[in-house]
Structure formats: C-alpha cells, structure tokens
C-alpha cells in the first residue's frame, strides 16, 4: 500500500462489509483482534480492497490476547490481500510485555513481501504538551512506514496541537497518520489530512465505530473530498 496521498481505510471486524465500503474507501482496516477467526476470514476473502491487518493489543485500547499476537499479524502479511500491518510502536521498544525482537522481525518479515508497516500510538486519556506530541509523533514515523498517533482531545487546544504536529513531522519528511478522538477532535478526522495525515479511519456503520468520535465511513469521504486533503 503506497502512502503517498491519503488513504481511506473502512474499519471493521468483518471483512464481509468491504462490498458496502468498496465506492467510498481506498481501503479495509480488518480489526482481526475483534474477528471471531481472522485467519480464517483472511483465507476466505475475495474483495477488491487492499487490507490493512490490525491486531490491536489490548494495552492500546483493542482485544486481542499477547499471547501469539505478533505471530498472527506474521500470518496475515503472507495474505496477497493484505498490504500494510499495523504495529504498536512500543512494541519495537519491547514495551506491553512484547519482545522487541519479535516486533523487529515482524517489520522485516513485512518488508520483505512489499507490506507497510504502520506503527501506531494511541493516548485514551488525553493529547501529550506540544512538544512531547511531535516527539511521539516522529519517532512513530521512523519505527514504521506510516506513524500513527491517536489521542484523546478534551478540547480544541488538543486538536490544533495535534494538527500542528502533523503538519511538523511532514513538513521534516515523515509519513504521519494522525486523529483525535472524543467530540472535540472529531473534525481532526476530516481536516488531519489537509496537514499531512495520510490516513483516516471509519466504519460502513456508525454503530460499529472502532474508537469515539469517527465518522461514517460516506461522511468522511465527503469532507475529506471536499476539504482536498494531500
Ligand atoms: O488506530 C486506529 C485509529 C482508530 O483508533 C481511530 O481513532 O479512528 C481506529 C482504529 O480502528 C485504528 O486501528
């Protein structure tokens, strides 16, 4: 999967609904860590859309057992369909228990067969100081192909850091993918890519949102398209 403008990635658990996502997304983020038998439904998949395997831990907000976590991500990325996997960036620290070693193959293993690496962060209490933010923010870029940062916005202050370490970190060449969540950092989801964000996240449905404050996956289209992000 190439990062070099934007993509849209319909999130979701079932990779039955890439049909409904297919007009509007570049993209499926398959949450496998919320898939009954992911393994399975990667076998199983014929859509069009390039898949973005993510297994989110559950240190960082998802599901999935540590237990052989990275072992199935390793998995995925010899799926044809998939194109990019998505890493926390601690892991390549060993932080949350896993042996950086072990996240240090998966990268490599990825590179290998031409799949991106996204290393992703994500702050569920709050949007670090300025500072630290771009500090996060970049080093997630240099651990993977794409740096993801989500946080938490408790206000507009949040959001506008936030969009400022965006445009920061791509301006000094990186790759960033960022958005904020809660109400207050929602429209960062449609407005992040005008920075530099080269990714958005959204469900078909609304009821199945993978993190608060996401548009609908049409929505975000929309403005995204009409904002002319890139
Ligand atoms: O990391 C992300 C971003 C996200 O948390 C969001 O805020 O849209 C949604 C997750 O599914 C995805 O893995």
Redesign the pocket.
Known sequence: MEFDSFVLAA?TADLDDEAAARDDADAV?F?MDLADDPLAALDDYDGTLPLLA?N?ATWE?GEADDEGRLAVLAEAVDHDAVEAV?VEAACFEGRGGVDAAEADALREHARESGVAVVA?V?DFEGTARPDALREQLSAACDAGDVG?L?TTATDRGDALALLQATYAVAADGGTPAT?A?GEPGRHT?AVAPVYGSRI???PVDPADA?????YDLGTLRTLVDLLGGD
């Open positions: 999130s983020e949450r993510t989110r907000g998505d992703s994500h993801k989500a958005m969540m989801r958005g996240y959204a993978t993190a608060p404050g996401q």
